[in-house]
């Protein structure tokens, strides 16, 4: 059973920065894709960043040259460098991995920017 368990939200204001962890167990975790993805109130969850094994990067556009997606397989633990942070990037941030045809989720950490 694989689980996933994030970290490092919290409050920050304006322009501050957060680092978000994201500690897997259950698998092999470097032989996996992992993403980060937010949902703010009323809206979908969507993709803010991912990794694959290899460590090739993706991000949206909303996020790119402000948020560093990384990962220490070796602690079988994925991050999310947050900087330069705006009040819009208020959200649940949630990691997920999707393994032999199943897609797993973390509970979630509350990131608020906010002055």
């Known amino acids: 059973q694989v689980q996933l368990v994030e970290s490092g939200g919290g409050l920050v204001q304006p322009g501050g920065s957060l680092r978000l962890s994201c500690a897997a167990s259950g698998s092999i975790f470097g032989f996996y894709s992992m993403g980060w993805y937010s949902q703010a109130p009323g809206k979908q969850r969507e993709l803010v960043a991912s990794?694959?094994?290899?460590?090739?990067?993706n991000y949206a556009d909303s996020v790119k040259g402000r948020f560093t997606i990384s990962r220490d397989n070796a602690k079988n633990t994925l991050y999310l460098q947050m900087d330069s942070l705006k009040p819009e990037d208020t959200a649940v941030y949630y990691c997920?991995?999707?393994?032999?045809?199943?897609?797993?989720w973390g509970q979630g950490t509350q990131v608020t920017v906010s002055s």
């Open positions: 997920r991995t999707i393994q032999n045809g199943y897609i797993y």
């Open positions: 990794i694959t094994s290899g460590g090739r990067t």
